[in-house]
């Protein structure tokens, strides 16, 4: 459901998306990873975050589910942005970082600690997985794209189904975007153990 708003909105998804201030998060991330590492950004969307990290001096790879915005992607980033979706992510220990914004949320929950476990694997011990989620408590579908939305409890409970990851760090913050006014969001920052 979720791939197919994306594919039917690549374009408008990606001139909203692309500008939005994420240097915070950004680099509160990249400071936990030593410089020149590579970095999983999983669920890139216009590459934003993808190109940043390049640009911090980072090895990025990039997936994303869509095609249309993965192509968007390939042409902002000059990275080779590969097509794949979370069941799909099959690295073991390979990434000094993942990076997920604003994509694990269209996961179901029911199936969310499974992707959560898969981009864990994809880390090198000690590595750094960071997510968002829109906050909240609700399973709910807004205009043909699922969400899964967490508070703190649903972090904790997401956390307490999987091994392996310590939570190190989490944040409530605005939404990055002008045209979104009075949206929350939480990001988990997890080391791997």
Request: contains cysteine; proline residues 3%; charged residues 25%.
């Amino acid at each position: 459901m979720s791939i197919g708003f994306y594919e039917a909105n690549a374009e408008d998804f990606f001139q909203r998306s692309v500008d939005a201030d994420m240097r915070a998060a950004q680099t509160a991330f990249a400071s936990r990873l030593r410089p020149g590492a590579r970095i999983l950004d999983a669920g890139c969307g216009s590459g934003r975050d993808a190109l940043a990290f390049r640009q911090m001096g980072f090895a990025v790879t990039a997936i994303e589910a869509s095609p249309k915005l993965a192509d968007l992607a390939r042409a902002h980033t000059g990275l080779d942005v590969q097509v794949m979706n979370f069941d799909e992510v099959a690295w073991r220990d390979a990434f000094a970082g993942v990076w997920a914004c604003a994509s694990l949320l269209h996961v179901p929950r029911a199936e969310l600690p499974a992707a959560v476990a898969r981009l864990r694997d994809a880390l090198t011990p000690g590595g750094v997985l960071w997510m968002s989620f829109k906050y909240g408590t609700r399973d709910r579908v807004t205009v043909d794209r699922a969400f899964t939305d967490l508070d703190e409890a649903g972090a904790n409970e997401l956390l307490a189904a999987l091994t392996g990851l310590e939570l190190v760090a989490q944040d409530l913050t605005d939404d990055a975007r002008a045209d979104r006014p009075g949206e929350r969001w939480i990001s988990l920052t997890c080391r791997k153990t």
